[in-house]
């Protein structure tokens, strides 16, 4: 069974940095376009950003424009989202997946093999 696996997450204080990856024992995340959602208590899960499978396109929501950046390696089998200048709003559990349908990078529907999230929670 594909399980991809998040890690990297932490307490920070405003203004710092954190930097997430994505991994899997099997070849799921450089077979596919990968995505980063987050989901904060009582909201719904929300896109961050994606990135095509050769690296060479990105797609970031507007809260994080200019302050996360995505990347990958398709050698390490990993995707990896550097988050910098965080705020107390980017505080949520944050979650990969991998795009296996068609339809837009921004909705979850397009996306399956979810991981178990982990959680960046940010200071004031």
């Known amino acids: 069974q594909v399980q991809v696996v998040e890690s990297g997450g932490g307490l920070v204080q405003a203004g710092g940095s954190l930097r997430l990856a994505c991994a899997d024992s099997?070849?799921?995340?450089?077979?596919?376009?990968m995505g980063w959602f987050r989901q904060a208590p009582g909201k719904e899960r929300e896109f961050v950003a994606a990135?095509?499978?050769?690296?060479?396109?990105?797609y970031y929501s507007d809260s994080v424009q200019g302050r996360f950046t995505i990347s990958r390696d398709n050698a390490q089998n990993a995707v990896y989202l550097q988050m910098n200048n965080l705020k107390p709003e980017d505080t949520a559990v944050y979650y990969c997946a991998a795009r296996t349908r068609g339809g837009s990078y921004y909705n979850s529907e397009s996306y399956d093999y979810w991981g178990q999230g982990t959680q960046v929670t940010v200071s004031p």
């Open positions: 099997g070849r799921t995340v450089s077979s596919y376009d």
């Open positions: 990135i095509t499978w050769s690296g060479g396109t990105t």
